[in-house]
């Protein structure tokens, strides 16, 4: 029995269904039940809540959630061998999991969610936990189908995410994440409480969806970013060029110099630039 519920430990689960971690799937598998309901409880009030995971595996997460009161779990499951292992969850918790066998980058949740909001909490597989974050946030129209993510990434990405100006992981993906979202890394996790264990540490990082970023149209912002990041040592009146518009009045939109360098801009500089960059545009 486990510190949770009365299921039987996750190790007997893996062993019984040959359950092996797959570098081709990210899979990394978290076995320590106390840390996957501390990461449940970081998603707040669990009771009322449809949770979309991402990855469940053998399902210590999605466990967790459900032991803590989730109403709903949609687990979203790309490996077979996992969907056999979850099924002694589904007979545990009869009509309030649902295991979904498919690629979650093609996920549409609209149809399981009835119109309303979904908290979104994962330990996301680590070969498309940044593009499965940057799919959500760009997600049109805002503010999206979510009211909260909870998310397990490697160390390094967790900081590339919540990392603010003069910060060395500023970087593109912190100006997207900070714009649509109050960002936060909560905890780190060890390699050692993963089976196999990772050559890096993991962190929890929650992401709030504001309800009302400042006002920029999302694909102009990621074209100042790109250009900007994308020769980061250079002057904005350089590394803009790429644009095709004028780095100068770009700069003066936000009210700042074009001698500065990306990683110095806060995130309300992009947006005025890209809002000035939507202007220009509209007027070719």
């Known amino acids: 029995m486990s510190a949770i519920d009365d299921l039987p430990p996750l190790r007997d689960i893996i ?8 570098k081709s799937l990210g899979q990394n598998f978290l076995l320590d039940l106390n840390l996957t309901a501390r990461i449940a409880r970081a998603a707040g009030p669990l009771e009322d809540a449809t ?6 595996g053998p399902g210590g997460l999605t466990r967790a ?4 009161g989730a109403k709903r779990v949609i687990a979203i499951e790309r490996d077979e061998r996992a969907i056999a292992a979850l099924d002694y969850i ?6 309030r999991i649902e295991i979904v066998h498919g690629d979650a980058q093609r996920f549409d949740p609209h149809p399981l969610l009835d119109g309303g909001k979904a908290k979104i909490v994962a330990n996301l597989p680590y070969n498309i936990a940044t593009q499965l974050l940057v799919d959500w946030l760009s997600i049109e129209p805002w503010p999206p189908w979510y009211d909260t993510m909870v998310l397990m ?7 590339r995410i919540t990392a603010h100006e ?18 936060k890394i909560l905890f780190d996790i060890s390699p050692a409480a993963f089976v196999p264990p990772p050559q890096v540490t993991s962190s929890v990082v929650r992401l709030i969806p504001r309800a009302a970023p ?12 790109a250009a900007a990041f994308g020769q980061r040592r250079k002057m904005l009146r350089q590394s803009l060029k790429s644009l095709s518009a004028d780095p100068a009045r770009l700069a003066a939109a936000a009210r700042i110099d074009a001698t500065r360098r990306a ?4 995130v309300t500089g992009f947006v005025a630039m890209a809002r000035e960059l939507a202007d220009i545009r509209s007027t070719k």
Request: hydrophobic share 40%.
């Open 15 to 22: 062993r019984e269904h040959q359950l092996s971690a797959r």
């Open 51 to 56: 949770v979309i995971e991402v990855g469940p």
């Open 65 to 68: 959630l459900l032991a803590l």
């Open 90 to 95: 589904v007979k545990r918790y009869p009509g």
């Open 153 to 159: 990434f490697q160390r390094e990405v967790a900081e």
């Open 166 to 183: 003069d910060e060395e992981a500023y970087g593109r993906l912190a100006v997207l994440a900070n714009w649509r979202a109050e960002t």
């Open 214 to 225: 400042e006002p920029c149209d999302r694909r102009m912002l990621e074209q100042v970013a």
């Open 263 to 266: 990683e110095t801009i806060p």
